[in-house]
């Protein structure tokens, strides 16, 4: 079964701290892998899209890595800010159908 | 480029009933894909529309269904509404099916099943 891990559930740090957020998934033959940002209650915004022939995606302060091999993907977050806090998806397409398949996401809050 | 949008926002329906969700996609896109959202956990596929045709299915029953219209909107109809409907539906849309295209994420609808 296809499946994609987040860990940690949740975490808490301080404003200014650099922090990595980790998915893992359980078939290597994926076509792409997608971060999302949700905010309570809201709908998912894409951070960062890496296709399969990819090794790393950067936006800002955002820095996404791929590691098929190894089933892991990571989302490193630099200088983070207290309107970073937001549930942070991972989701991969293992089908190249266009279709999702998501973790449950890491709880993430930046305290002030 | 207009985004994806959804309809309506928040709806309170009672067990047993019908209910339909809309969703317009980006401009340009032709393929749809619909999520559940339960409460803590991530998006689940129910299924997918490409040029009005259904194109996959997530493990949802029969009494989930949907339509894709000529200009790629879309809606989800549900029947026969059970207590654990209660979710946030999510539609996305992309450029196409046979790839991995980005997908684009509607704002949702707040489905609360009494």
């Known amino acids: 079964k296809q499946e994609v891990t987040q860990i940690p559930a949740a975490l808490s740090v301080p404003e200014g701290e650099n922090l990595v957020l980790n998915c893992s998934f359980t078939?290597?033959?994926?076509?792409?892998l997608q971060w999302f940002r949700q905010d309570p209650g809201k709908g998912l915004t894409s951070l960062l899209l890496i296709q399969s022939s990819q090794r790393e995606q950067t936006s800002g302060r955002l820095n996404a890595s791929l590691d098929k091999s190894s089933g892991r993907s990571t989302l490193y977050i630099a200088a983070s800010q207290p309107g970073d806090s937001a549930t942070y998806l991972c989701?991969?397409?293992?089908?190249?159908?266009?279709?999702?398949?998501f973790g449950e996401g890491t709880q993430l809050t930046v305290n002030p | 480029e207009t985004g994806v949008t959804q309809s309506p926002t928040h709806l309170i329906k009672t067990r047993g009933q019908q209910v339909t969700l809309r969703c317009s996609s980006q401009?340009?896109?032709?393929?749809v894909s619909w999520y559940q959202q339960a409460l803590g956990q991530g998006p689940q596929f129910i299924f997918q529309y490409y040029r009005e045709e259904e194109n996959g299915r997530g493990n949802f029953p029969p009494r989930f269904s949907g339509l894709q219209f000529p200009n790629y909107s879309s809606e989800l109809n549900v029947n026969a509404l059970e207590l654990d409907d209660s979710a946030l539906y999510l539609c996305a849309s992309s450029w196409g099916a046979a790839g991995p295209y980005e997908q684009y994420f509607g704002p949702g609808t707040r489905l609360t099943v009494t």
């Open positions: 401009s340009g896109h032709n393929t």
């Open positions: 989701a991969v397409d293992f089908t190249s159908g266009s279709r999702l398949t």
């Open positions: 078939d290597s033959a994926i076509y792409n």
